[in-house]
């Protein structure tokens, strides 16, 4: 009696891809959605998904106990035996002795079984579409590279720090920032508003002093935290106010950022760089490619491990911002580069050179301005952009200025950024650092089109759904 009540006890809770796994024969319970139901004079078969896994665990059940109205997508708890199967696609199934229909799914209802819905109308339903086969699988793959990057940095003796979210700084230096105003903001008090130190207009019934945004980058903050511990990353939520409503935009992303000090060579970085996504690469190979092959089934697409195997083989392509530019030229069919690469120049980088590209040492003009000089070229800045096939830039990053008066000159008296002069003169060692879309990641590893459906609730101009 006391083994039934224990075994009872520590499968009730299991999911189905513990169950799957773990095959504990015996009492068993689960909670989830029904995927598929065939109903016989006798018998009933469901197949009961929880998210755990793409795979299912199927049900068999008196059809006289199986609550009417139980349909696709319907939420059970059912209770019963877990035993060895008979059926050859299947090794255990679950006997049940009683089926509670939690929550019937009530018509009409989008998502209807046994069809195929494209991604752009599965995008449309954020409140069903976590049942489905693809973005279900998404979301795992997603949650598998979140935790193997924070494993990643881990094992390499990174500290991991929470940078804010609420910024006084716009660290890309591009505008295109979402400014924090408070419903209560008393605009009609102050209607000519004040000016702060950096000559922006607010109104004085602002929440802050001063003019604050949601952060684009936490790289400066992280360059603060060097000064004290030498190996840091943050994996934090940011903001852009981008006009652009592609396949590979959002206003709100998810950004991975890495900062060393005692750092000195733009290649030491590159290693990390490209470190890192190989193991990432290597940890969907070894444990991810079911999910894999799921999302290309969904999606119709093909399936990405071999595409991910080549990836391994040979080392990321090394070349400066000029010889790109060389490269580029011998297509005819491409616009000249200016100061910076489009999109076009990117792909074809990569298709050129067979793989990821690093192009380092960029001119000074086209890089933020903390980005440090290089030695042999003044007009250069020993800055990196990773591009990957199918995407364009991956990461973007480089080593910081570290000569104060380069710095002082490009900041050109903001009073915003004196901190950021001032710890130059504190004991501050030299740092480099970079940052990787974490959405961009997973559209190229994965192979998704549409960089929205990358996240479990995109946002972009004009689109806010919930």
Not at 164 to 180: A, R
Not at 268 to 279: G, P, T
Not at 333 to 349: W, Y
């Amino acid at each position: 009696m006391l083994r039934t009540f224990i075994r009872s006890y520590s499968t009730k809770n299991l999911s189905i891809s513990q169950i799957l796994a773990e095959k504990p024969l015996g009492p068993c319970s689960v909670n989830g959605w029904v995927r598929n139901s065939r109903k016989q004079k006798d018998f009933s078969f469901l197949d009961v998904i929880d998210g755990s896994t793409g795979r299912h665990l199927q049900v068999v059940v008196l059809s006289c106990k199986l609550p009417s109205e139980t349909k696709h997508h319907s939420a059970i708890s059912v209770c019963g035996e877990l035993k060895k199967s008979g059926h050859p696609g299947q090794e255990i199934e679950l006997i049940a002795k009683n089926v509670e229909l939690v929550n019937k799914c009530q018509e009409p209802y989008p998502i209807q079984a046994k069809k195929h819905f494209s991604q752009n109308f599965v995008r449309q339903h954020p409140t069903y579409k976590f049942k489905t086969n693809g973005t279900a699988s998404l979301m795992r793959l997603r949650n598998h590279l979140y935790q193997s990057i924070n494993q990643y940095f881990q094992d390499q003796g990174f500290l991991h720090v929470h940078t804010p979210v609420l910024t006084s700084n716009d660290c890309e230096g591009g505008g295109q920032v979402f400014k924090i105003t408070t419903s209560t903001a008393n605009v009609a008090s102050n209607p000519t508003g004040l000016e702060s130190s950096t000559g922006e207009r607010f109104q004085s019934g602002e929440y802050f002093d001063k003019p604050v945004y949601l952060t684009v980058s936490g790289q400066l903050h992280l360059e603060a935290v060097t000064n004290g511990v030498a190996k840091v990353y943050t994996f934090n939520p940011a903001f852009r106010a981008e006009k652009g409503r592609t396949r590979r935009h959002l206003s709100e992303f998810w950004m991975l950022e890495a900062e060393v000090a005692f750092i000195q060579d733009i290649h030491q970085l590159l290693d990390i760089m490209e470190d890192l996504v190989k193991h990432l690469i290597k940890s969907l190979l070894s444990s991810q490619v079911d999910d894999l092959k799921a999302y290309a089934r969904a999606a119709k697409i093909s399936d990405r491990s071999e595409v991910l195997e080549s990836i391994l083989e040979n080392r990321f392509k090394r070349i400066t911002f000029s010889e790109a530019c060389d490269l580029i030229k011998t297509n005819e069919a491409l616009n000249p580069v200016l100061e910076d690469f489009n999109r076009e120049h990117e792909l074809f980088l990569c298709e050129k050179l067979g793989g990821p590209v690093f192009v380092y040492n960029w001119p000074k003009v086209a890089k933020p301005f903390y980005m440090r000089q290089c030695e042999e070229d003044g007009d250069l800045v020993s800055s990196v952009d990773l591009l990957v096939p199918g995407v364009g830039e991956l990461c973007g990053g480089g080593l910081r200025e570290f000569n104060y008066s380069e710095l002082e000159d490009r900041i050109g008296g903001s009073v915003e950024l004196e901190w950021y002069l001032d710890i130059r003169q504190k004991g501050s060692a030299p740092t480099g650092g970079f940052g990787l879309g974490f959405e961009r990641l997973i559209q190229w590893l994965v192979g998704v089109e549409n960089i929205k459906d990358t996240i479990p609730f995109y946002r972009s101009s004009h689109e806010c759904q919930l």
